[in-house]
Antibody, heavy 123, light 107 residues
Framework: EVQLLESGGGLVQPGGSLRLSCAASGFTFSSFAMSWVRQAPGKGLEWVSVISGSGGRTYYTDSVKGRFIISRDNSKNTLYLQMNSLRAEDTAVYYC????????????????WGQGSLVTVSS | DIQMTQSPSSVSASGGDRVTITCRASQDISRWLAWYQQKPGKAPKLLIYAASTLQSGVPSRFSGSGSGTDFTLTISSLQPEDFATYYCQQAYSFPYTFGQGTKLEIK
């Protein structure tokens, strides 16, 4: 059974940094792209970033480019999201998700999702 | 960015009813569309991908159709566990974008 378990969320001041982790099990981690999707309180879903299975290709939504870094350690079956220069509008539950589809054409979807990790940016 | 517009934003229905949710893309996305179900406090769950392919383990009362810019999710006979919020997602190009959600409530 595929399991994804996020950790590292919490309260951080504006301008601060936080690193989220997502521990994966139940599948060959290095063979699959992985993604982060977030959901602000009471709002809809927003895709954040995706990384290829090898880690060699990464993509971001414009609002986090230059501030967030997605990475992975395939030896530890773990996905990361380093979040810097955090803003109030980054407050959300962050989900990691296994990505599948056509990565060559960067077209795909998310399944399954982890349980989420809440990040609150506030002074 | 490709805009995804769902309708209705909310719908009230009773057990056994047939419900249809629509999703419109701002440009042609072929069949690169997925549908997710989310219950309060839980992570989204993939129901349908490639517009009409049912994900493994999803009940057959769920179905999807459409291509290009117009898509539908149909639940043929509502069960108590189906009351949730549903999102569409375009998988055609970055940034991937979601519809605003359709909340399915008990009448």
């Amino acid at each position: 059974e595929v399991q994804l378990l996020e950790s590292g969320g919490g309260l951080v001041q504006p301008g601060g940094s936080l690193r989220l982790s997502c521990a994966a099990s139940g599948f060959t981690f290095s063979s699959f792209a992985m993604s982060w999707v977030r959901q602000a309180p009471g709002k809809g879903l927003e895709w954040v970033s995706v990384i290829s299975g090898s880690g060699g290709r990464t993509y971001y939504t414009d609002s986090v480019k230059g501030r967030f870094i997605i990475s992975r350690d395939n030896s530890k079956n773990t996905l990361y999201l380093q979040m810097n220069s955090l803003r109030a509008e980054d407050t959300a539950v962050y989900y990691c998700a296994k990505w599948f589809g056509d990565f060559g054409a960067v077209r795909g979807w998310f399944d399954p999702w982890g349980q989420g990790s809440l990040v609150t940016v506030s002074s | 960015d490709i805009q995804m517009t769902q309708s209705p934003s909310s719908v009230s229905a009773s057990g056994g009813d047939r419900v249809t949710i629509t999703c419109r893309a701002s440009q042609d996305i072929s069949r690169w569309l997925a549908w997710y179900q989310q219950k309060p406090g839980k992570a989204p769950k993939l129901l349908i991908y490639a517009a009409s392919t049912l994900q493994s383990g999803v009940p057959s009362r769920f179905s999807g159709s459409g291509s290009g810019t117009d898509f539908t999710l149909t639940i043929s006979s509502l069960q108590p566990e189906d009351f949730a919020t549903y999102y569409c997602q375009q998988a055609y190009s970055f940034p991937y974008t979601f519809g605003q959600g359709t909340k399915l409530e008990i009448k």
